[in-house]
């Protein structure tokens, strides 16, 4: 379908981009256009305007800075695959960019388009609640910080202004014994979740685990935090028995609808299997 009439205004730098958004409250940023131009094809979306980002320079870096990893907005999902710093030291976060779409999609898409979009379906969430990450908005007054647990707000909603950009999206950087895992099952590949488990963990110099982070895609109304499973581990031993009473607790607390890819019950089960899966995968990895 041809998307319903809109203007189009491609600011070239920031305060030029937030001036728009504060007069037209009714616009739309298009950044990789992956989520916001099906939409409006389908005319599910029907933006009065639209405020095309991709002219402004100096958004696409991935760089480590105080602590953490560091994201622009215009990052393209393509660069997070082709980072070697994002492959060695963040291999959760290289999961989670591989299973997204296609290698055309993420020619595109970027990570704060896919967080901005909160669609619970979209695979970034969940990591970057494993994370604990966190978000820069940028706005007329200035920069604020948004912790990922305050972004997502409910189906495709967050706690960005419609008169804010997303400009950064930082993630903190591993601690010493650290690993993380994205296990996703999808039907074909380039296809969202059926049901999608991120896991980030650290273990202390005793071995037990210190600190740990599991976020679920698709299976609610928005990423969820599996916070019993997380509750369940943390101080223990990585071993089987706590590894299985922690996808249990994933199991029990995940909210999945049916649909087109599956039944209450199988995503249920799926989310124990991957669970364990992503938890074991992770504490291999942080045990080197
Ligand atoms: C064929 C296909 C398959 C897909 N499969 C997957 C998949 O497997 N996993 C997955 O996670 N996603 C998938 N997607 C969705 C898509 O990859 C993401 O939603 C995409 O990454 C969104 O980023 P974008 O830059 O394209 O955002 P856009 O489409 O440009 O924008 C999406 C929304 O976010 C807002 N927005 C964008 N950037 C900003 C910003 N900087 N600040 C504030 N608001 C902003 C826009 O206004 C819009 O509402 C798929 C898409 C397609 C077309």
């Known amino acids: 379908m041809i998307p319903a009439q809109f203007q189009y205004a491609a600011p070239a730098s920031i305060p030029d981009a937030l001036a728009l958004l504060k007069s037209n409250p009714e616009a739309k940023i298009l950044s990789g256009g992956q989520s916001l131009i099906p939409l409006m094809k389908f005319r599910l979306a029907q933006p009065a305007m639209v405020v095309d ?3 402004i320079g100096g958004l696409d870096y991935i760089r480590e800075e105080g602590g953490w990893l560091k994201i622009g907005a215009l990052t393209r999902e393509s660069q997070l695959e082709d980072s070697a710093l994002v492959r060695e030291k963040y291999p959760l976060l290289y999961d989670t960019t591989l299973s997204v779409a296609d290698p055309i999609v993420r020619n595109r898409a970027t990570l704060a ?9 979209n695979d ?12 820069v908005a940028t706005g007329a007054a200035g920069n604020r910080t948004i912790a990922v647990d305050a972004f997502f707000t409910g189906l495709f909603s967050t706690a960005l202004a ?4 997303l400009t950064e999206v930082q993630i903190p950087a591993p601690v010493a014994r650290s690993g993380g895992a994205y296990l996703k099952m999808e039907r074909k590949v380039g296809d969202f979740a ?13 071995g037990k685990i210190e600190q740990i982070g599991i976020g679920m895609t698709n299976l609610g109304l928005q990423a969820l935090r599996a916070k ?3 509750d369940a581990l943390r101080g223990e031993m ?10 249990v607790f994933a199991q029990e607390d995940c909210e999945p609808n049916a649909d087109l890819r599956g039944g209450v ?5 799926l989310v124990r299997v991957l669970t364990m899966r992503a938890l074991e995968k992770a504490i291999a990895r942080a045990k080197g």
């Open 265 to 269: 019950d199988y995503k249920r089960n």
């Open 124 to 135: 970034h969430p969940a990591t970057m609640l494993a994370y604990r990450a966190q978000v």
């Open 113 to 121: 388009g896919n967080l901005a979009h909160a669609d619970p379906a």
């Open 228 to 230: 019993r499973s997380e």
């Open 162 to 165: 419609s008169d804010e950009i």
């Open 194 to 206: 059926t049901a999608g488990v991120a896991v980030q963990l650290n273990l202390d110099a005793s």
């Open 238 to 247: 990585p071993e089987t028995k706590w590894i299985k009473r922690a996808a």
């Open 53 to 55: 980002i991709n002219g």
